[in-house]
């Protein structure tokens, strides 16, 4: 049973750039929620997806924007990137809405 | 909505020594608390959780914590700290039994030294 897996593990990024970063869930998990990790702080929910339907936002602006696919794997796009969007981008599945989520390694961005 | 404060955002003890790490939420329902550690360039692994039911819980690796609603904490124990213990610890609150949707502390950096 594969965990889950992040692409890509790091990678710097300009102000006012697009990004896209991406997140296998674990196998049979048909729930993917993105947390928000600045540094020295804990994490903040972002937006979960439910059967490729958003099921819950956390205090983010709409440029923070999500995708899942039908085999679950999920994508969160971030446009117009800005300095303060520098952070480590942590991904969760499980296997139900209501169940517990396992973390991934997360995707250390930075925006200079 | 819900919060969590996490006392002391950083804790030092001694190889042997008890580690007592601090955590507080607000809730305006009835709270599922959690606590999880991180290790340098990693993810989030849960240590344990609080849903129903005993209100003192066992986890990974020798911790527990203590729900007290009359406190509104769930501090996180344990009674001899080791030197792989050292990492960040996060506790977090979420309505749903399960956590999907969490809430988290700032987190408490724990130094063990020798």
């Known amino acids: 049973e594969t965990g889950v897996t992040q692409s890509p593990t790091h990678l710097i990024k300009t102000r006012g750039q697009q990004v896209t970063l991406r997140c296998s869930s674990q196998s049979g998990h048909n729930t993917v929620s993105w947390y928000q990790q600045a540094l020295g702080q804990g994490p903040q929910f972002i937006f979960q997806y439910y059967r490729e339907e958003e099921n819950g936002r956390g205090n983010f602006p709409p440029r923070f924007s999500g995708l899942q696919f039908p085999n679950y794997s999920s994508e969160l796009n971030v446009n117009a990137l800005e300095l303060d969007d520098s952070a480590l981008y942590l991904c969760a599945s499980s296997l139900a809405r209501n169940t517990e989520a396992f973390f991934g390694q997360g995707t250390r961005l930075t925006v200079v | 909505a819900q919060s969590v404060t996490q006392l002391g955002s950083h804790v030092s003890v001694s190889e042997g020594a008890l580690v007592l790490l601090r955590c507080n939420y607000s809730?305006?329902?009835?709270?599922?608390l959690f606590w999880y550690v991180q290790y340098p360039n990693q993810g989030l692994q849960l240590l344990l959780k609080y849903t129903t039911g005993a209100t003192l819980v066992k986890g990974i690796n020798g911790f527990e914590a203590e729900f007290k609603k009359s406190e509104t904490s769930f501090h996180l124990t344990k009674p001899s700290a080791h030197m792989s213990d050292a990492a960040e610890y996060f506790c977090?609150?979420?309505?749903?039994?399960?956590?999907?949707?969490?809430?988290f502390g700032g987190g408490t950096r724990l130094m063990v030294k020798p």
């Open positions: 977090a609150v979420s309505v749903s039994n399960a956590g999907n949707m969490l809430t």
């Open positions: 809730s305006s329902v009835p709270p599922y």
